[in-house]
Each structure stands twice: as structure tokens, then as C-alpha cells.
């Protein structure tokens, strides 16, 4: 789920966050078991908002991409 590696990339620079957008673009199918590399990254910070994105590849070709915006809670 391209959720996931954006909310982890959050949580390891421990700022506990949830998501309150997400826009996933599906490019590519993949089957159950293929093995497949998962990057996300934080692109844009505010004081209550974190802008992230992710991609999921299989190989070079790209299988997913996700934008989103999570929001901080303390």
C-alpha cells in the first residue's frame, strides 16, 4: 500500500502523524508474490502538515505512485 512507506518515513524521524489525503496512481499490475521495492520520502514540511510521496517498483518499472499529506498529531 503506497501509504505505508509515507507514513514510515514520517514516524522514523519520530513525528507521529496520520493521513488526511492520498492520491494514488495505478501504472502497472503486479502478482501476489513478485517481489517488489517500496521508496517513500517527505517533500514539503509545515508546522501541522507533512507532504510525502512513494513509489513502488518492480524492477524499473513502476507499479504505483502515491502523493498525500499527513497531519501531525500530538
Do not use: N, Q
Not at 37 to 44: D, F, K, L, M
Not at 52 to 58: G, H, P
Amino acid at each position: 500500500m503506497p501509504d505505508d512507506p509515507r507514513a514510515k518515513r514520517a514516524f522514523s524521524r519520530a513525528i507521529p502523524a496520520v493521513t488526511a489525503e492520498m492520491t494514488v496512481k495505478f501504472k502497472s499490475p503486479a502478482a501476489p508474490g513478485e517481489e517488489l521495492s517500496v521508496s517513500g520520502r517527505i517533500t514539503h514540511e509545515t508546522r501541522r502538515l507533512i507532504e510525502a510521496e512513494a513509489v513502488i517498483k518492480k524492477g524499473l518499472v513502476v507499479i504505483a505512485e502515491a502523493k498525500g499529506k499527513l497531519l501531525r498529531i500530538s
